[in-house]
């Protein structure tokens, strides 16, 4: 399916108008995870996705600096900012490289493989494998991959493509986002079971969990309060108040071991198409703008 709309997304979805496109892909998300579909007016924003989609072609050059996933450390060393971020085992930057290359020296670590230029572009290794002939093939087409086709972000264009080995720090490591609003943290987002029952909680800056929901429903349970989520809000702060940005960015960390890392900096989540369980919810989470 995915293979099928890439196609009519190259082929017959360009032609469409963003206006057109992007209510297209959220009424389809909203079919998908069985939401209430409501139209977006991205001439008119006021809603989250609205604006979010609105930002999409803004300040394009800086974009492609931040978003590429390589440039981390030189971003963290410019600015200052002491954080780690995974590190990086090796850089492939052609198809030749990455079918020569040994992963078995790798193995009794465990890995991961990620692309630098767009989202959902990874695969994750535990110790003793490797990635197989079909996952090397799908690896490959990286080289190649077009992550504006489908979201429109064409600040990835501008990204020189290169397939990266990052250390594996946890198979079930957890994720916190931090949605910054003109450098102030409003919300923190919490991804679990993503390959199971995908569930994602919302919290204010104080670690109250919020009613709405955004794409997934809320978790059966409570998520601990992390120890050092004071750090984790200085330090998204610290980030999102670099001159460079727009009033609105996304600061994603990883927590293993009691240890902040880095994961990436997010300026369009879900594209802006992804639902809440409802317009109100939206409306609500695009007022911090």
């Not at 809320?218 to 610290?238: F, G, R, S, V, W």
Request: glycine share 4%.
């Amino acid at each position: 399916m995915k293979k099928v709309y890439n196609i009519l997304n190259k082929y017959i979805f360009c032609y469409f108008s963003n206006f057109v496109y992007f209510n297209f892909l959220f009424f389809v998300n909203c079919i998908r995870l069985k939401k209430k579909y409501y139209f977006l007016d991205i001439r008119n924003p006021i809603t989250f996705n609205e604006k979010i989609i609105s930002t999409i072609n803004i300040n394009r050059l800086n974009k492609s600096f931040f978003a590429d996933k390589l440039n981390l450390p030189l971003v963290l060393s410019k600015y200052n900012i002491e954080i780690k971020t995974p590190k990086v085992l090796a850089i492939l930057n052609t198809e030749k490289e990455l079918l020569d290359f040994n992963f078995k020296q790798l193995e009794p670590m465990g890995f991961v493989i990620k692309a630098n230029h767009g989202s959902g572009l990874n695969m994750i290794f535990n110790s003793g494998n490797s990635p197989s002939i079909r996952e090397i093939s799908k690896i490959n087409s990286w080289f190649t991959y077009d992550s504006s086709i489908n979201s429109r972000e064409t600040h990835y264009n501008l990204i020189a493509k290169k397939v990266f080995i990052e250390e594996l720090l946890d198979s079930n490591i957890q994720d916190y986002k931090f949605h910054c609003y003109n450098g102030k943290v409003e919300f923190i987002q919490i991804d679990v079971d993503r390959f199971i029952e995908h569930r994602r909680n919302i919290y204010d800056r104080n670690w109250n969990l919020q009613n709405f929901e955004l794409n997934y429903a809320k978790t059966y349970y409570e998520i601990d309060k992390p120890e050092n989520l004071d750090e984790m809000l200085q330090l998204a702060e610290k980030i999102s108040n670099l001159a460079i940005f727009d009033n609105y960015l996304r600061v994603d960390f990883y927590l293993n071991r009691n240890v902040i890392y880095l994961g990436e900096l997010t300026f369009h989540p879900g594209g802006g198409v992804e639902p809440f369980d409802s317009y109100e919810s939206d409306l609500y989470m695009g007022s911090f703008f």
